[in-house]
């Protein structure tokens, strides 16, 4: 049943006042049955480009109707000028590739266009054809795959279709010969993943179509490519332990098995509208120019990294989601995933046209929108695939890809809260599944999909009012401190504070949650100025001339009394002591905001950079002051932690180190321990891109200087990585086996999760890596699969 029924939000509600100056003002005023005048030259693109671009969305018309009115437009439609009209293909163009889902209605509409003008026709295929033609040359191959797409539905007023399937015929030829040479593997692999996603369209349509004969030899063809999957796969599996709740499978190995069903079912895929009631009968048919391959073929994409299909709906009662073995889940699969992801400058239009894709596809594919699983069950002959349960679970597998998701996960954030604002009847009750099913299987996942679960859940509670049953998670309140779902609820209930206020925050939980909210009543104090404290005088006064702006010779004097009482007192290190009480002194009085925070970092840099020079403990200590002010808020001690990196004031090596080596092995299990690793590698890259761009053409020793220590920083945070995530965790004293099992978890979930993150930054370290003397199986197993990607 198609979702027709439907009415979309509006696009835009609002009213534009018309003025004197207005075009057609006059016109504006006209009353009475007088006709309007024809639309002005300028008024035509506007006009199609609103009509194509809400071509067949469900609303007051049909889609024969919306077709047909769209295709006689165009026709009608008198352009002054061909760049004109040549915008207004370029727009066909990026609607393909940005809702790919409407290319189908988008293809009939102007073959309608060509019977009633036909030179429509031929300037459309010529255009498409140049199109095809420069995205071959630049390597873009995912485009690529949706304008080949979009030309192959557009066959029917083609004189030489067969052109087409030549070139599918060259570029699986030349993948193969690719893949035997290791500069072309990638490339070879980007090549055959389009043809092998472009196969079920060549016979989707029509059940005589001749097409359907080449079908057969293309696949067959693909076979002898000889696609393995690689070993790196695991890496990219969410689920890390063998105890997935369904079968992880590799997208290309997944689609030559259900092309292997389809073609035993002769190609029979009625998935697509039917549109042969409004087919035109006769027009003229145009010739597609040829398309060649470039001697040199290449791929914008660095690496080929495999995806993985993945789930989030596994029903042993009844099916909500298509099943892996047909086809239909992989074709629909893609399509929303290239919506969401190519059209990822506009969350709304995304979220909109996500959650009404079942209208474009043949009645009879999904049940209705919002049918109760109670219902669904009930069905006996029909379909019940739920198109919400499809589409959130599209946007989800875009989530949580791995090693990242193609768009930053704040994205897919928010398509979901679009989404839930747009129909909540509809996906409120599909997220709740959602929701229950990760939860289930986080001692089972990823560490960095569960750091993904994460930030998306407490964002999105964020913003609807901080409301879930958290009741039905209280009896994992008992678990160890180190399961992970006892640490997912701690760190969810921390980012809830860093978008909102504890009380706020408080209000929303159960009183056996309320461990996890700390007192926001006060900010916290400075230890050192307290009346008790040994140098309370000094750090007061120390504090007052900050304040005062004092010179920094001023500040020096204070900072050397407290020294000297320090030696006193017999203090072991007087130097860290000075450290710690000035960066101490620096985040308290920073303390009102970020924004007073990197101020304050700023008026007293000369002295910070002083006080923590590069190498030894220096810059670690200061860190471990920041934590130390903070250590309620660790958010908040994330955020001064990166602005001093910022500010050059610690290096990223220090960050790593102070997370790896000074702190207690638990502190794994701590969100800012991820969030600072993660940002400490990408300052260290940016650092090494300053400086390149810096150095340009310049043969400057200083700046190529620059460059070798940047690069050697960045090598040494991946050997301490390694070689401190690979240390054996033994059974201390005290040490129950539970607490070394899960110690051992999160230590190996860190070191597979960043090491296949950052996996193309530290390929050149395979042999400094080998010089570690590992031993361990799973580390070692580690390193020769993200080699791999």
């Known amino acids: 049943m198609s979702t027709g029924d439907r009415s979309p939000p509006p696009r835009d509600s609002g009213y534009k006042r018309r003025r004197d100056s207005d075009d057609n003002g006059d016109n504006y005023r006209r009353r009475g049955n007088s006709r309007p005048s024809a639309p002005s030259y300028s008024a035509i693109f506007p006009r199609l480009r609103k009509l194509f671009g809400g071509l067949a969305e469900p609303g007051r018309f049909s889609l024969e109707d919306s077709i047909e009115h769209c295709s006689r437009s165009l026709a009608e439609a008198e352009f002054p000028e061909k760049e004109m009209k040549f915008a207004l293909y370029t727009f066909f163009c990026n609607l393909a590739i940005e809702q790919p889902i409407k290319v189908f209605s988008l293809s009939i509409a102007l073959i309608t266009a060509n019977s009633l003008q036909s030179t429509i026709g031929k300037e459309l295929i010529e255009f498409v054809t140049e199109k095809l033609q420069s995205l071959i040359n630049a390597g873009e191959w995912n485009q690529v795959k949706l304008i080949f797409r979009f030309l192959l539905f557009l066959r029917p007023i083609s004189s030489n279709p067969e052109v087409l399937l030549d070139l599918l015929d060259t570029l699986i030829d030349k993948a193969t010969v690719l893949k035997e040479s290791s500069e072309g593997n990638n490339v070879a692999h980007e090549i055959y993943r389009m043809v092998m996603l472009t196969i079920p369209y060549i016979a989707i349509t029509d059940a005589k179509d001749p097409f359907k004969d080449r079908s057969s030899a293309l696949l067959e063809k693909a076979k002898l490519f000889g696609y393995i999957p690689k070993k790196a796969i695991e890496l990219l599996n969410p689920y890390v332990d063998g105890e997935a709740p369904y079968k992880v499978s590799d997208l290309l190995e997944l689609l030559m098995t259900q092309l292997d069903t389809l073609q035993e079912k002769d190609w029979d895929l009625p998935i697509l509208y039917n549109y042969s009631p409004i087919f035109p009968k006769d027009f003229e048919k145009h010739e597609i120019p040829s398309i060649s391959l470039p001697e040199q073929i290449i791929s914008t994409d660095s690496s080929f990294i495999p995806e993985m299909h993945l789930k989030f709906f596994v029903n042993p ?155 039905e998670w209280i009896d994992d309140l008992s678990l160890s401190e180190l399961h992970p779902k006892y640490v997912f609820i701690r760190e969810l209930i921390g980012k809830e504070l860093r978008l909102s206020f504890p009380q706020r925050v408080k209000e929303t939980l159960p009183e056996e949650f309320h461990r996890f909210v700390y007192n926001d009543e006060e900010l916290p104090q400075f230890k050192f100025a307290l009346p008790d404290e040994p140098y309370s005088a000094e750090v007061r006064e120390l504090v007052q001339k900050l304040r005062e702006r004092a010179s920094h010779v001023d500040l020096e004097i204070i900072l050397e009394s407290i020294r000297a009482k320090a030696e006193d007192l017999s203090v072991e290190d007087p130097e860290k002591l000075i450290r710690e009480i000035y960066v101490t002194a620096i985040v308290h009085l920073g303390s009102r905001s970020l924004s007073h925070a990197d101020s304050w970092i700023e008026r007293g840099l000369p002295l910070l950079n002083k006080l923590c020079p590069a190498g030894g403990d220096a810059q670690r200590q200061a860190v471990a002051a920041v934590f130390a002010f903070w250590h309620e808020q660790t958010g908040t001690a994330v955020q001064v932690v990166k602005k001093l990196m910022n500010r050059l004031v610690i290096a990223p090596q220090s960050v790593v180190e102070w997370i790896l080596i000074d702190i207690e092995p638990v502190a794994l299990t701590r969100g800012h321990s991820w969030e600072l690793l993660g940002f400490a590698i990408d300052k260290a890259k940016w650092f090494i891109a300053e400086a390149k761009s810096g150095a340009g053409s310049s043969a400057d020793d200083a700046l190529s200087t620059a460059i070798i220590e940047r690069e050697e920083e960045l090598k040494h945070i991946f050997i301490s990585i390694v070689r401190e995530l690979s240390r054996p965790v033994s059974l201390s004293e005290n040490m129950e086996e539970e607490t070394l099992r899960w110690l051992r978890w999160w230590r190996e979930g860190f070191l597979r999760a960043f090491l296949r993150s950052y996996h193309s930054d530290y390929k050149t370290l395979q042999e400094p890596l080998k010089n570690l003397g590992l031993t361990d199986e799973f580390i070692l197993n580690v390193i020769e699969q993200t080699a791999e990607l």
């Open 317 to 471: 009662q009844v099916e909500t989601t298509p099943p892996l073995d047909v086809v239909q889940s992989t074709i629909i699969r893609d399509l929303l995933t290239d919506l969401l992801v190519n059209l990822n400058f506009n969350r709304l239009e995304a979220a909109r046209q996500l959650f009404w894709f079942d209208a474009f596809l043949r009645p009879g594919v999904f049940c209705p929108a919002e049918t109760s699983l109670e219902k669904i069950a009930q069905i006996r002959n029909g379909s019940t695939w739920k198109p919400e349960d499809v589409a959130v679970e599209t946007v989800l597998a875009c989530l949580f890809k791995l090693p990242k998701p193609d768009v930053k996960p704040v994205y897919f954030h928010s398509v979901l809260i679009e989404a839930c604002l747009i129909a909540p009847h509809a996906v409120a009750p599909v997220f709740g599944r959602a929701i229950r099913f990760l939860y289930a299987n986080l001692e089972h996942m990823d560490v960095q999909s569960m750091y993904y679960f994460a930030d998306w859940f407490a964002h999105h509670l964020s913003n609807f009012a901080f409301t879930w049953k958290w009741r």
